[in-house]
């Protein structure tokens, strides 16, 4: 595990010579292959670093960020199928992030996480084109369904480049 810019931890990176995040090899994953990638995004540390090495363990490659900038930079430098967001950061929110990520590539699946109660969050995200919406305190279960189902479904914007 590594700091880059002090704002995002990195697991399984590429490895290039570009990359100095060292390369973890993910469990449960068959020949050792990566299962997809995942961008996690919350601007809680702890809660972070646990579904890192959650998605981690269960072979997936995981990316960070901290905050919404970061998740941007992110979702153009790593290309991530799936982004667990966070609804509720300081600076640009999970909803202005998901707006921008749609914009950016409409094929990505995004899961909302949040800790709200605002009853108008989940309608407006999913209206927006989020793939699913987990409450906090989040299950482990829940979100690995909810991350799984996301890279069940099939791309309906065809394969990359196509």
């Known amino acids: ?6 704002r995002a931890i990195r697991f399984g990176g590429g490895g290039d010579t570009g990359d100095n995040a060292p390369v973890l090899k993910p469990r449960g994953a068959p ?28 072979g ?19 290309q991530p199928e799936v ?11 999970g ?6 990520i749609r914009s ?3 094929a990505i699946r995004v899961i909302m996480i949040t800790g ?9 995200t999913m209206s927006m084109g989020a ?3 987990v409450s906090k305190p989040v299950s482990l279960q829940h979100l690995h369904e909810a991350v799984s189902a996301a890279f069940a479904r099939s791309n309906p914007f065809g394969s990359p480049g196509a």
Do not use: C, W
């Open 104 to 106: 950016l590539d409409p």
């Open 83 to 93: 982004v667990v967001l966070d609804v509720m950061m300081e600076g640009l929110d």
């Open 60 to 78: 997936y490659t995981v990316d960070a960020a901290s905050h919404g900038g970061d998740a941007l930079i992110a979702v153009l430098q790593y």
């Open 31 to 58: 020949g050792n292959q990566p299962r997809g990638r995942i961008l996690v995004v919350d601007d809680e540390p702890d809660l972070v670093t646990i579904l890192t090495k959650s998605f981690s363990d269960a």
């Open 1 to 6: 595990m590594s700091v880059r810019s002090g």
């Open 131 to 133: 793939f699913a919406y």
């Open 95 to 100: 909803v202005q992030v998901l707006q921008r």
């Open 116 to 124: 709200s109660s605002d009853a108008t969050l989940k309608p407006t």
